[in-house]
């Protein structure tokens, strides 16, 4: 995603996808070493435990003098007198506030500090003095969420054991989408060794953001059929690719408007019995400069998608980072990203109208309540992949008809750290 979007996203449970493995809670163990019996020999003498011991008390009286002083004055007291402070005393064995002053003999606790807030979504204890906000009032959801965190991989560089990755099932075709977010810089964060252990049949990938093609990054006879449509309006600016073991019968790189067509956004492959276009979306732009173009890219995309199952009489999939949270559930933080890129209510809205010509969302339709499990975005800003405040971004949307060859979508959480994204996968049944 690009960086205007990155500025700008701050974050919510989910399902544990495929047979992944959930990061295992770390056991908590005690920090803090067990006090042991002083040796006699290093005892302080009489004269200086008296002398420490005084000190210690001089400064507990200062202290608690100065917090009653600060407590009575914030209460504003009714009628409260407290000219002679040498009525305040302490006791040192309890280290209590003790008055011989009948007018403060009741007790009044000091105003309660509300704890800073992390910007987690995690419930805050909240005082009577301060009425909590609707944001902050403790819900069923919010507690639920706090503790599928503890569940989730939070992990900023990619994995170094791959085992977690299991086999495709029997008959399948298995289908990843990623946006590598510079696929230069991918390669020095693990991208290789992650797609050598995925082992996908087809691989889509989105912002690669190459001028010129990378004709070695894999064996010839490991994926035949490569397509690059790179950005040239820009240097260092978008770009697509897949790589296939599948020989396409047909391809196209070109959506119909100039603009985003220069920015290789697109591809389109059609296969032996289904279509697969892989698209980045344009992002909307931090004050949504961009918005009007992008409905105009998500409203080229649906006419285009109709037409190829039209003239080709095979079912579509569509793929890549399509840039939008549908719903609510899709991101962390929805009521502070009302107006972000990737959540506004036109961008929904037009992902609603891909939707509507029979189409399917398959992650949200295998997994309707996850949350957490299908966020694909972490941007870098404010350790948003530490706190696991995320976006759903990436897609595989299949024709109502193809659904039934769909054998699971999900989402590779483990796999964070080559980009600001992770990879999605799609099983789909061959027959």
Request: include cysteine; charged fraction near 30%.
């Amino acid at each position: 995603m690009a960086s205007t979007r990155k500025s700008s996203r701050i974050q919510s449970k989910s399902t544990v996808s495929e047979n992944s493995s959930s990061a295992p809670t770390p056991p908590i163990t005690d920090h803090f070493p067990k006090t042991s019996s002083l040796d006699p020999k290093k005892k302080n003498s009489k004269k200086n435990k008296t002398s420490t011991e005084k000190s210690k008390t001089e400064l507990i009286n200062t202290s608690v003098v100065a917090e009653t002083m600060k407590s009575i004055s914030s209460q504003n007291k009714r009628n409260l007198e407290i000219s002679n402070l040498d009525s305040i005393t302490v006791d040192t064995d309890s280290n209590k506030t003790v008055s011989s002053n009948k007018s403060v003999s009741k007790k009044r606790s000091p105003r309660t500090k509300k704890p800073k807030t992390s910007g987690s979504n995690t419930p805050e204890e909240l005082t009577k003095e301060d009425p909590p906000s609707p944001a902050e009032t403790p819900s069923k959801d919010n507690i639920m969420i706090s503790a599928e965190k503890s569940v989730y991989p939070n992990n900023k560089t990619m994995p170094t054991d791959y085992s977690f990755i299991k086999d495709k099932p029997e008959g399948c075709l298995k289908i990843v989408s990623f946006n590598v977010n510079s696929l230069n810089a991918a390669l020095k964060k693990g991208f290789k060794e992650y797609v050598n252990a995925e082992k996908p049949d087809i691989l889509c990938l989105q912002e690669t953001k190459l001028n010129e093609t990378m004709p070695f990054l894999f064996p010839k006879d490991e994926y035949p059929y490569v397509i690059w449509n790179h950005c040239t309006a820009k240097k260092g600016y978008s770009g697509t690719a897949i790589f296939s073991k599948i020989k396409p019968v047909n391809q196209s790189k070109k959506l119909g408007i100039p603009e985003f067509d220069n920015e290789g956004r697109f591809i389109s492959l059609e296969f032996d019995n289904f279509n697969l276009v892989a698209a980045y979306v344009p992002n909307s732009g931090q004050n949504l400069d961009r918005l009007p173009k992008r409905a105009e890219f998500d409203s080229k995309v649906n006419d285009y998608l109709s037409d190829l199952l039209k003239s080709t009489k095979k079912q579509v999939i569509y793929a890549g980072d399509l840039n939008v949270s549908h719903n609510r559930i899709d991101l962390a933080k929805p009521d502070t990203n009302k107006n972000s890129a990737g959540f506004t209510q036109s961008e929904r809205d037009s992902f609603s109208q891909i939707l509507s010509r029979d189409r399917i969302d398959t992650f949200r339709a295998l997994h309707p309540d996850a949350t957490i499990g299908g966020y694909t975005y972490y941007g870098y800003r404010a350790n948003s992949r530490a706190k696991l405040n995320g976006w759903r971004l990436d897609y595989f949307v299949v024709s109502k008809d193809l659904f039934s060859r769909v054998k699971d979508s999900f989402v590779r959480n483990e796999c964070y750290g080559a980009s600001d994204h992770v990879p999605i996968v799609l099983y789909l049944s061959k027959e």
